[in-house]
């Protein structure tokens, strides 16, 4: 029996320091059933500690691993036992663990007393849960079934070995190759190639313009045109100036063009990204959104692709152009003069450090400053959205008081920031002239004394350059935090649309050729989470063209059933048959054309409240959408309407009652005419009158298909062929509703509870 | 099913030296408690919940059962018995450790995670926060706590810091 997990338990994944460790007590890899490594000691400290279970013993390790050598080169780890602690297997009852704030402990009933095994901080939570649930029954004699991803150590990089940051996005950071994200840009950009080359041809005319310009207006025009009576450029100054205005000119026209160009590139391309992304986002399964928030999610991809498209549209084009000039500028410089252009270069270091400090305190201050508009923001729509509230507790004065706390907030950050761009480029600016001032004085003297070649108009000229390659540096130097944003902007995009979708859909369907609707749920075992079942085994039947309802407290795990009857989530274990048919087996399109569902949150799409009905179906005629409005008893709220089925609903426009949408939605789902039909508390938002209207016409409709209804006010359920109750994820009870009266468990004490309910307000059941 | 009364669900049933007597064992508390109506029962382990753990974590502790129902509420620790409340307080410090930032060596930003490197007071510390501005906050003037991708908490006092601590967090306070 121990021979099975340890096929899995690879004895290579236990560690040379921990086998070495267990050899002092006389213990093999193949003594071992179930081992954990944990990382505390009980006094809370930093320690190595190992669970290891035997077949007749628990032994607790702790101590310190120490590691000698280089990553790679004789490596070595050694385990320092400190402490051992041996339990008799026979006797240990109860294995648990029990969460804390920021630690948690593992716990269990050993000789008939509690005794606390083990602590460990949350991140070796995941290890000592697995560990729990193969050493639990083992202790008991009994062997659980290994789950393969149980032991799939998917939380460290491959490349390198060290742990991914975050457990639920296998990145590393330290292994992302950045070239490869970007090549994968430039897949969406490949149609763009001669635009693109277009962009940079155009880039590099405006840097090789930009540098040409000095030297026109100034050696040129003063030691040719000014002087030097003997030149055949003499007095010719408007020729000159002439020539001046047309390197101007053209090197703004080159650049409008190139920035036309890339716009037209760089829009179309995160367009496209957008649209990949959209698509990808569609097609993944229920658990992605709820493992990340969906409203963070959209806002998120907008915020990114608008990161991507401004460093695009703005950073790449004038990084380019600026690294041409300021290498340009350079050769010239140098070509003209080398130990003027030395000079130049000194003060360099000095600026470009001044302004990469300059901006992490502006970046600082910026973000500050978003800080604080963002708490206005908020503070606001908190108090416009809980007016009423305001107004009945006469909050008014408080209200105002918070408001112009964040608001004078917000100003003082603001102000700051201006302060700031007020005082610190100039500084920065006056740096850059300091550069300026040397070029001036030795290149000064050397104009008197004729040193070096050096003439009047060379030595304006040559400051006209140091002052090219200066300007660019306010801009340089903010790129790498350009970049980054740019990187982790595309890395999060990319992430989205590879994520592989956890449902999928099988390669090659079985058909049911009309599918006539019979649902059985075989032992089904269902996590949204490692470790917290939500669905513990659960079994029943459904015959076709019969209805079933389900009962149970809330968060008993009833939506859960419909969740994974319509396939948003996949079962652990056990399966789900319709027809004699694993839903696994069936094609997407038939599965969900076959199975509707209305459940509690309904949501109503922007659009007429016909376009909502007719969702599923756009084919539908109005006749049918006025009968499926109908059976749903949405009609006569509907005809009330000034704009009758026209009427606009959704974000921004009419706003229905809870009770009017969920009849919306219950339209939708008839219009859809599915052979089994899910109403997860569908009716819960309506009145009791209502209720009843819907009930008789799920009647009406469940004569001809299978209907499953989950509820737990009870009254909604009074004509269901039979019950099923559930509670905290386990099937309890089903019966008939006389079956389950007379058997007096925990459906009759519901039943009881509501009918005293209802008997207090002087109601009794007929 | 158990009919509740109207009183016991909206009155609080406090601990009183009377009504209720602690005893430890282990790393385990166990009660002996007297409800209202007299009669005894037995718990041989509780769990305790702050109620306001920020604000007043010596006030209005939970006393709960084995199923984290309610049994009373202790009003207040420091009224308690010596050794009682000795006991309370090391379940308390057992329940809400946080590990202490002493001195934060490094915070770098990378590909939206921070990686934090400090001084703790159980050593040195590496670390990975999710989200940071989110996952950052701010308990009170000097208190703020950050919690990492696995869950762990941290708690470090603003003005306990150093200069060179504090710009490194500088941003997200």
């Known amino acids: ?766 | 099913m158990e009919s509740t009364k109207l009183k016991d669900v909206i009155s609080i049933q406090y601990i009183t030296p009377e009504n209720a007597v602690f005893t430890e064992k282990e790393g385990f508390i166990a009660l002996k408690f007297k409800t209202s109506d007299g009669e005894e029962k037995d718990y041989p382990r509780v769990k305790l919940q702050r109620n306001f753990p920020n604000e007043t974590p010596e006030e209005f502790v939970s006393v709960l059962n084995k199923d984290d129902e309610e049994i009373a509420v202790i009003r207040s620790v420091a009224e308690l018995d010596e050794a009682t409340a000795g006991m309370i307080r090391r379940e308390l410090a057992r329940k809400y450790f946080v590990f202490k930032i002493r001195k934060i060596l490094s915070v770098n930003q990378k590909f939206g995670y921070s990686q934090w490197k400090v001084l703790t007071d159980e050593g040195e510390k590496e670390f990975t926060v999710r989200d940071t501005y989110r996952n950052f906050r701010k308990i009170d003037a000097d208190r703020a706590t950050v919690s990492d991708v696995d869950g762990n908490r941290y708690e470090m006092s603003l003005t306990g810091l150093d200069r060179p601590s504090m710009k490194k967090i500088e941003l997200y306070i």
């Open chain 1, 1 to 766: 029996m121990i021979k099975e997990v340890n096929a899995v338990i690879e004895v290579s994944k236990m560690g040379s320091e921990l086998v070495s460790a267990l050899a002092e007590h006389k213990l093999s890899c193949e003594d071992v059933a179930v081992f954990a490594a944990l990382d505390m000691d009980l006094d809370r400290s930093r320690a190595d500690v190992y669970l290891v279970l035997t077949e007749k013993e628990l032994l607790v390790l702790t101590g310190q691993t120490s590691s000698s050598g280089k990553p790679g080169k004789k490596f070595t780890k050694k385990f320092n036992e400190t402490d051992c602690r041996v339990y008799d297997a026979s006797e240990i009852k109860d294995l648990a663990i029990e969460e804390y704030v920021s630690s948690a402990r593992l716990i269990c009933s050993y000789k008939g007393d509690d005794t606390v095994l083990a602590a460990m901080t949350k991140t070796a939570l995941r290890d000592a849960r697995i560990f729990v649930k193969y050493a639990a029954p083992k202790l008991e004699g009994k062997e659980e079934e290994i789950d393969e991803d149980d032991f799939r150590d998917d939380r460290f990089c491959p490349k390198c070995g060290r742990r991914y940051p975050d457990p639920d996005r296998k990145i590393c950071p330290h292994c992302m190759e950045k070239s490869k994200l970007y090549r994968r840009l430039f897949v969406f950009a490949k149609d763009y190639r001669r635009h693109m080359a277009l962009v940079l041809f155009a880039l590099a005319l405006t840097a090789a313009m930009a540098v040409a310009a000095p030297y026109v207006s100034t050696e040129f025009f003063y030691d040719r045109v000014l002087s030097n009576s003997s030149n055949p450029w003499y007095g010719r100054i408007v020729t000159a100036a002439l020539l001046v205005l047309l390197l101007k000119f053209g090197s703004l026209a080159v650049g409008s063009f190139s920035g036309v160009i890339s716009a037209r590139v760089t829009a179309k391309v995160t367009y496209q990204l957008k649209k990949t992304i959209f698509s990808a986002i569609e097609r993944l399964s229920m658990s992605f959104f709820s493992a990340r928030q969906t409203g963070g999610l959209m806002n998120q991809i907008n915020n990114d692709s608008n990161e991507i498209y401004w460093f695009f549209m703005d950073g790449a084009p004038y990084f380019i152009k600026n690294v041409v000039q300021i290498v340009a500028a350079l050769v010239i410089m140098f070509i003209m003069n080398v130990p003027l252009a030395l000079c130049a270069l000194v003060v360099v270091p000095l600026f470009a450090l001044t302004i990469r400090a300059l901006f992490r305190r502006m970046n600082s201050l910026h973000a500050r400053t978003y800080r604080s508009s963002r708490a206005l923001n908020s503070a606001l729509s908190d108090a416009l959205t809980g007016f009423r509230v305001v107004k009945a507790f006469s909050r008014e004065k408080e209200e105002t008081e918070r408001f112009d706390r964040q608001s004078k907030r917000l100003a003082r950050d603001s102000r700051s920031v201006t302060f700031f761009n007020n005082t610190a480029f100039p500084v920065a600016t006056v740096i850059m002239y300091l550069s300026n001032i040397i070029v001036w004085g030795v290149g000064g003297w050397m104009a008197v004394t004729g040193a070096f070649g050096m003439t009047y108009g060379r030595l304006l000229a040559f400051i006209a350059y140091s002052n090219l390659m200066n300007e660019p540096m306010f801009m340089i130097v903010d790129m790498a935090y350009w970049f980054s944003g740019c990187t982790n902007g595309l890395q999060r995009l990319f992430e989205i649309a590879d994520a592989e979708p956890d449902v999928r859909e099988t390669a090659e369907p079985e058909t049911l050729g009309g599918m006539k609707g019979s649902v059985k749920f075989d032992n089904v075992v269902f996590s949204y989470e490692k470790g917290k079942k939500v669905i513990d085994g659960v079994s029943f039947e459904v015959g076709a063209g019969r209805s079933l309802g389900i009962v149970g407290k809330s968060g008993a795990g009833k939506s859960t059933l419909a969740n994974l009857l319509m396939r948003l989530y996949d079962v652990d274990e056990g399966a789900i048959f319709i027809d004699g048919v694993d839903v696994k087996k069936l094609s997407f399109d038939e599965l969900r054309r076959n199975v509707g569902i209305v459940s509690q949150e309904t949501y109503l799409f922007v659009g007429s409240i016909r376009d909502n009905i007719r969702y599923a179906c756009p084919e539908a005629t109005d006749e049918d959408v006025v009968k499926a409005a109908k059976l749903a008893g949405a009609h006569d709220f509907i005809v009330k309407l000034p704009d009758g089925y026209d009427t606009m609903i959704g974000f921004g426009y009419k706003d229905l009652s809870g009770g009017e949408r969920q009849r919306v939605s219950i339209a939708r789902a008839i219009l859809l005419d599915p052979r089994i039909l899910i109403l997860d508390e569908a009716t819960a938002a309506m009145d009791t009158a209502t209720e009843r209207k819907i009930g008789e016409a799920v009647n009406e409709l469940s004569r001809d298909r299978t209907v499953i209804m989950i509820a737990h006010r009870l009254s909604t359920l009074r004509d269901v062929d039979s019950l099923i109750v559930i509670d905290e994820g386990k099937l309890v009870e089903s019966g008939t509703h006389e079956e389950l009266i007379r058997s007096k468990g925990k459906y009759f004490d519901l039943y009881k509870l509501q009918l005293e309910a209802l008997k207090n307000i002087g109601i009794t059941e007929e």
